[in-house]
RNA sequence: GUGGCUGUAGCUCAGUUGGUUAGAGCAUCGGAUUGUGGUUCCGAGGGUCGGGGGUUCAAAUCCCCUCAGCCACCCCA
């Protein structure tokens, strides 16, 4: 009989341990700073009615999205982002939740794309979103997520851009661009990679733009200087055109708003090229990269919306959010070496030494699980250097080691396998000693 | 989805102009050492040369297709 070849398909793929440990520690993480600040889990189903998905009906979506026919013959899609099924999620729930509503939303999601470095076809996201608010106080508290997040995570060399649709929709207004603001933005985007002549050059082509109104939206992403230079600088070019200004002085808000919550301005730039982002993104634009890695992409992107869930209610729901990208963060982390080797979530070893005390083993092991500390048992009473070998390339931090004379003795060596140290501690009287010992080298280490 | 580069053991890689039975280091497992790991020594297992087809007396090596990874485009976490 021939054998079923084991493997995986193109962009996805199995995580070890090594990988999911640090994967979980970073899932936790997002939710512990989502609720710090009030937003509350939930979870939606990974398939939709295709409809569902499709509704917004781009070209981009449509290709990348997976879908079948069910064995009820219904059209279904799996989803591709988050934000789509909070859509239909509150269009549905709205009545019930009330506003401001604030969720976050860990999960898993697919996208038939041509797989890359830190690009997969079945990734995580970890969103959180503010619904039913226009406030500033939210743009603002979206920018303290994502920089919160990333200073949980452990980065200190991160940079969130920041930038206003309106900015770029007030200049495109004044320089009679309107119609064309896709094209012009897409290629506007491209500034950093491309360099100055060949936007100019893809204005022209695609957008049907003058060499005039090229260079005009060019002006506006070449300021240099502060966040508030910048800022005065776009002013003067918006002034005049309504849209404009208001989105110049939401980003000033949004700025200073972030100052006054204590975030560093190394941590925040104000970036008039970032125009991308999804199509119904409508004011403040937040992309975030990694100092040491920018070329793996945007690692947390979002922005606000006015309009959510246009397509399910006639109830309008503005809103912001964000989506941190949870499998390429972990993967520049990886690729930077920012990953521990550690391949045990316990930190105690006890080697099954004696075998005729597998009985004592389990219940010393048991005593120290209650107290809350995490213990492995080796399976098998192999010799006593194999097992400890076995747990120095796993990375546990203690072996609790036991034999004939330790149990004579009522005690039980305590091995701190990080420094090579023993010590010998009494059980005759419970194990407080032994847990005293055992926090002291976790503390330590 | 389009174009390009790459693919030999779990990992990193050798492998001559096509020429016997495809090698090394690391890792794994066992032993030296049946009560003390990260060093050393010895030994073992592990390969459809990514897969399929073709050319040839002969293919890891040349050709075609396919799968996967990476890079660019597109788009995006």
Known sequence: MSLIQPRTLSGFRDILPELMMPREELIATAQRVYRSFGFAPIDTPALEYLEILSGKGSDETDRQLYRFRDNG?????????????LA???????????????????????????PQRGRYREFMQCDFDTIGTKSVAADIETGLVIHDLMRAIGFEQFTIR???????????????????????????????????????????????????????VLKLAEFAGSNNEILDEVATLVSGN????????????????????????????????????????????????????????SVCSGGRYDNLAGLFTKQELPGIGASLGLDRLLAAMEELGLIDQVRTPAPVFIPFFDKERLGDYLRLAADLRASG??????????????????ADSRGFAIALIAGY?????????????????????????????????????????
């Open 73 to 85: 013959s219904r059209d279904v899609g799996m989803r591709f982002d988050l934000t789509v099924p």
């Open 88 to 114: 239909r999620f509150a269009a549905q729930h709205v009545p019930k939740l009330g506003t401001p509503f604030k969720r976050y939303h860990i999960a898993t999601v697919w996208r038939g794309e041509k």
């Open 162 to 216: 920041v930038n206003n649709r309106m900015v770029l929709n007030g200049l495109l207004e004044k320089l009679g661009l309107v119609e064309k603001s896709t094209d012009v933005l897409r290629a506007l985007d491209k500034l950093a990679k491309i360099g100055r002549e060949k936007v100019v050059a893809e204005m022209m082509a695609t957008a049907g733009a003058t060499a005039v109104q090229a260079n005009a």
């Open 242 to 297: 309504e849209t404009g200004e208001a989105g110049v002085e939401r980003l000033r808000e949004v700025l200073s708003g972030a100052m006054a919550a204590g975030v560093n301005e190394s941590h925040v730039k104000l970036d008039v090229s970032i125009a991308r982002g999804l199509d119904y993104y409508t004011g403040v634009i937040f992309e975030t990269f990694l100092d040491d890695l920018p070329t793996i992409g």
């Open 373 to 390: 500390i995490g213990v492995e048992v080796y399976p098998d009473p192999k010799r006593l250097g194999q097992q400890l070998k076995y």
């Open 405 to 445: 004379d330790e149990f004579e003795a009522q005690t039980c060596q305590v091995k701190n396998l990080g420094r090579g140290e023993s010590a010998e501690v009494s059980l005759a009287t419970g194990i407080d000693e032994l847990l005293a010992q055992i926090e002291s080298i976790l503390t330590a280490s």
